[in-house]
């Protein structure tokens, strides 16, 4: 009885990242660039988002630090996720609300010419929405990744990449390929200004 709702979902998720070169391979191709100017230039790059994607950041923050594959070593790309603090999340959370956590670490952390990748698969959360807000006001770039659906992240970002599903979890698998496909960009492109 478990095979077929495991195929149902397995092939339906396939079907969603399939799409993602045509519907989201230009946007990632620019938000690399992105990525890759602010690095250049001194900058770094902020990631934050909930539950799921909050697992996400982290991961796509180590990619960056770490490096993608460990057999090409690189120099480390200046990351940093948002979402790994738990005394500072649970003690502003506790005194201030949880809606402020992350436009809090954008406004002491991030300067101009930073990045941050705001990460909502509904594009409303309204603590990722705060965070690109409070971006926008330190002259940061934000990078969007949502959803097909339209929320309130929409109108404070540079760039939106929506993966082309309504469904939180096929959402959240195109995040993570698209931002794998992102790091390997920015390490090229980083690299090709060393040489």
């Known amino acids: 009885m478990t095979q077929p709702i495991i195929s149902q979902i397995m092939l339906r998720g396939a079907a969603v990242v399939s799409q993602l070169e045509q519907s989201c391979g230009k946007d990632a191709q620019q ?13 770094k790059v902020m990631f934050c988002g ?18 993608l594959d460990h057999t090409k070593p690189r120099p480390g790309l200046a990351a940093i996720a948002l979402t790994t603090d738990s ?12 809606e402020g956590i ?25 603590n990722v929405v ?20 339209q929320g309130a992240l929409h109108d404070c970002c540079d760039l939106v990449i929506s993966a082309p599903s309504d469904i939180t979890m096929h959402i959240q698998e195109c995040h993570i390929a698209l931002g794998h496909a992102i790091t390997a960009a920015v390490e090229i492109l980083v690299s090709e200004t060393q040489e």
């Open 31 to 43: 938000a690399a660039q992105l990525i890759a100017r602010s690095l250049k230039a001194g900058g």
């Open 87 to 98: 005394s500072f999340i649970t003690a502003y959370s506790n005194d201030f609300g949880f």
């Open 50 to 67: 909930n539950g799921g994607s909050a697992g996400d950041s982290q991961h796509l923050a180590a990619e960056f630090v770490a490096t």
């Open 130 to 149: 705060l965070a690109a807000q409070a971006a926008v006001a330190k002259d940061i770039t934000v990078i969007g990744m949502t959803g097909n659906k």
């Open 102 to 126: 992350f436009a809090r670490q954008v406004d002491t952390l991030g300067k101009a010419g930073d990045v941050l990748v705001a990460i909502s698969t509904s594009g409303n959360s309204k």
